[in-house]
């Protein structure tokens, strides 16, 4: 890819999240804005017509078959991402996909050895790992700040109406608190700990997805992790990282975080981060798949493929514990 060029994106699905990234693209210099597709050529025509791109298609086939295309996001429903991906990596696009990736690790397996096999840049949209709070707390742990980590608790649960049309509520679509919200909290906590020795977990499953989900996970010399996520209440959904000299703090909503607040081994503070979005949180994301595409790099040193099929791993075992399985895997 030329240097001095912009980087053509696609957008597939105009849903809520397409929504917020096509209005932090619109703020990404290096970004320009060229085509939507939607199931609906209507939808497809709005969406372009509020953002701005250049050009709107009825069917996401159509969109995968533009040649000017550099880069998809996919904006899709879980059980979509496969194949959505499948599609735009086989017409030689490279891909930024939504959390979670797929529905599955052997989805994911799938996806990323064609992108190996095409020489094509696929990454996971965990924009989390690319905001600056994230990367401040990454760089203290590197740094020994808070010696060796013992415990990590990270929480994402709220009160969300229950809606049976909502992808959320649907098991066709992938829906349920593990794939949506705890995939958050297991990936900080995959990427400090990596793959656990054994994972004990328990569900609340109603309807064919998981309402809320408790998760314990165990490491060698009695290190543990836990998360708690669902759809039925709030919790301060904060993370903290415990070590031997200290902890961090991840604040309210430690996935859109804004602060991270180091502390010593008697609890005291002794360094605190905040940072302003730019935009809206999302352009950080943005700026990775560009610093990526630009210099030519197939996968993301933030988001490796390693850190988002462990995560997918540890997902597959808690579904498995559950008996719970997708429509689309039976
Ligand atoms: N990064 C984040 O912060 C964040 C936040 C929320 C969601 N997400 C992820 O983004 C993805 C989409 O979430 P969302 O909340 O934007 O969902 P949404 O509002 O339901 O939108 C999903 C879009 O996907 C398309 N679609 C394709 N097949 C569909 C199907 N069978 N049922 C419904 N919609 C279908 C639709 O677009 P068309 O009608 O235009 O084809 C729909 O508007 C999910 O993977 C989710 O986990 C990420």
């Not at 550099?70 to 599609?87: E, F, G, N, R, W």
């Amino acid at each position: 890819m030329q240097n001095n060029r912009k980087i053509r994106w696609g957008i597939i699905g105009t849903g809520r999240i397409a929504h917020t990234f096509a209005e932090a693209l619109s703020g990404c210099e290096e970004a320009e804005l060229y085509a939507v597709a939607s199931r609906t050529a209507q939808k497809a025509a709005d969406f372009a017509e509020k953002f701005g791109f250049l050009k709107s298609y009825g069917s996401y086939a159509e969109l995968a078959q533009d040649e000017n295309i550099d880069v998809v996001y996919i904006a899709t429903p879980m059980s979509s991402h496969c194949h959505d991906a499948k599609l735009c990596l086989a017409h030689d696009k490279n891909v930024l996909c939504e959390k979670s990736v797929t529905l599955n690790l052997h989805q994911l397996e799938e996806l990323l050895e064609l992108a190996k096999m095409k020489n094509l840049f696929f990454m996971e949209a965990m924009w989390m790992k690319c905001r600056p709070a994230y990367r401040k707390a990454m760089e203290w742990l590197k740094a020994g700040r808070i010696g060796q980590v013992r415990y990590i608790k990270a929480d994402f649960s709220n009160f969300v109406p229950f809606d049976a049309n909502d992808r959320l509520f649907r098991a066709d679509c992938g829906g349920g608190a593990l794939l949506d919200l705890a995939v958050y909290p297991l990936t900080l906590i995959y990427d400090v700990l990596a793959s656990p020795d054994s994972i004990i977990s328990n569900a609340n499953i109603q309807n064919g997805i998981d309402w809320s989900n408790h998760i314990l996970l165990r490491y060698p010399d009695g290190v543990f992790a836990s998360v708690d996520s669902g759809f039925e209440i709030p919790l301060r959904n904060n993370a903290v990282i415990s070590g031997t000299d200290g902890m961090i703090l991840f604040g309210d909503w430690f996935l859109c975080t804004r602060d991270v607040t180091l502390y010593d081994r008697a609890g005291t503070e002794t360094e605190s981060c905040h940072f302003e979005n730019r935009i809206n949180g999302y352009e950080y994301e943005i700026e990775e798949v560009h610093h990526c595409l630009k210099n030519n790099l197939k996968e993301s040193t933030l988001i490796p493929y390693q850190s988002t099929a462990g995560v997918m791993k540890i997902m597959d075992e808690c579904r498995k514990q559950w008996g719970l399985s997708f429509p689309e895997e039976s």
